[in-house]
């Protein structure tokens, strides 16, 4: 009895998906009632013309209410003043809910709304940013399908900057190794935004990563991708690897 319920309850631990763990994808499940989840990663971006940066991030996921999560996410990057150009901000602290608006059946997917505040905490930030996220996610065992629809308005923008943009992205993960075992899960997507400055062309990148299990409640998990166009000094590689503890 207690093997038939430890095993779905590792495979929902692991395929517990948030943005950048390794990938930008997120699922449409929160995490569950009372969980906590805590997660740091080094992240490394090899971009043209050498501009390269890197920096860590930190996050803590927690089970409010049955259906609803709340968290908070902090990311540093060398070269804050031209990565805030791109949109990317260097110790700016964001603040977010995720509501589980209905799990998924046979035939419909599970389908969750994200609301989130990024406050200006970080290096050459103005704004306080607003986040909003329709997220969806089915199942066609051993496989999953997600979908994220991302909106951001951001509170004070610069003469050639965006003040409100987009992001699609589409993406799967799916279990691998021998039957029985979820101890490894593959992730892949395929990440589409507007451009951060006005007239600026959209930025589309390609993402895919591992999520490997190396205890009952602790997950490591590495990542790649590239940008294929969008910005002159575009991510060429992008590496990323960190380590997840949920309890």
Same mark, same amino acid.
Request: proline share 4%.
């Given at each position: 009895?207690?093997?038939?319920?430890?095993?779905?309850?590792?495979?929902?631990?692991?395929?517990?998906?948030?943005?950048?763990?390794?990938?930008?994808?997120?699922?449409?499940?929160?995490?569950?009632?009372?969980?906590?989840?805590?997660?740091?990663?080094?992240?490394?971006?090899?971009?043209?013309?050498?501009?390269?940066?890197?920096?860590?991030?930190?996050?803590?996921?927690?089970?409010?209410?049955?259906?609803?999560?709340?968290?908070?996410?902090?990311?540093?990057?060398?070269?804050?003043? +031209? /990565?805030?150009?791109?949109?990317?901000?260097? *110790?700016?602290?964001? $603040?977010?809910?995720?509501? &589980?608006?209905?799990?998924? !059946?046979?035939?419909?997917?599970?389908?969750?709304?994200?609301?989130?505040?990024?406050?200006?905490?970080?290096?050459?930030?103005?704004?306080?940013?607003?986040?909003?996220?329709?997220?969806?996610?089915?199942?066609?065992?051993?496989?999953?399908?997600?979908?994220?629809?991302?909106?951001?308005?951001?509170?004070?923008?610069? +003469? /050639?900057?965006?003040?409100?943009?987009?992001? *699609?992205?589409?993406? $799967?993960?799916?279990?691998? &190794?021998?039957?029985?075992? !979820?101890?490894?899960?593959?992730?892949?997507?395929?990440?589409?935004?507007?451009?951060?400055?006005?007239?600026?062309?959209?930025?589309?990148?390609?993402?895919?990563?591992?999520?490997?299990?190396?205890?009952?409640?602790?997950?490591?998990?590495?990542?790649?991708?590239?940008?294929?166009?969008?910005?002159?000094?575009?991510?060429?590689?992008?590496?990323?690897?960190?380590?997840?503890?949920?309890?």
């Amino acid at each position: 009895m207690f093997f038939s319920l430890a095993a779905p309850l590792a495979a929902q631990q692991l395929s517990d998906l948030e943005p950048e763990r390794p990938v930008a994808m997120e699922d449409a499940r929160p995490v569950s009632y009372r969980a906590f989840s805590g997660s740091a990663d080094w992240t490394y971006n090899a971009r043209k013309e050498s501009r390269d940066d890197y920096g860590p991030g930190f996050s803590l996921l927690y089970g409010a209410l049955r259906g609803l999560e709340v968290g908070g996410r902090v990311r540093y990057v060398t070269s804050p003043g +031209s /990565n805030a150009n791109r949109g990317v901000s260097s *110790g700016d602290i964001q $603040l977010h809910a995720l509501y &589980g608006v209905t799990t998924e !059946t046979a035939a419909l997917p599970a389908v969750a709304v994200r609301m989130g505040v990024e406050f200006p905490t970080g290096l050459d930030s103005k704004g306080t940013d607003l986040h909003v996220g329709l997220l969806a996610t089915h199942s066609f065992d051993p496989v999953r399908l997600h979908v994220n629809a991302l909106w951001m308005h951001l509170g004070d923008t610069r +003469s /050639n900057e965006r003040k409100d943009r987009w992001e *699609g992205i589409a993406g $799967l993960d799916w279990t691998v &190794g021998r039957a029985g075992r !979820t101890d490894t899960l593959l992730v892949a997507d395929a990440d589409l935004r507007s451009n951060p400055l006005e007239g600026g062309k959209a930025i589309l990148s390609l993402e895919g990563g591992v999520r490997q299990r190396i205890g009952a409640q602790t997950i490591l998990f590495f990542g790649a991708g590239t940008s294929l166009f969008g910005e002159t000094d575009r991510v060429k590689v992008r590496l990323r690897t960190g380590i997840s503890y949920m309890y």
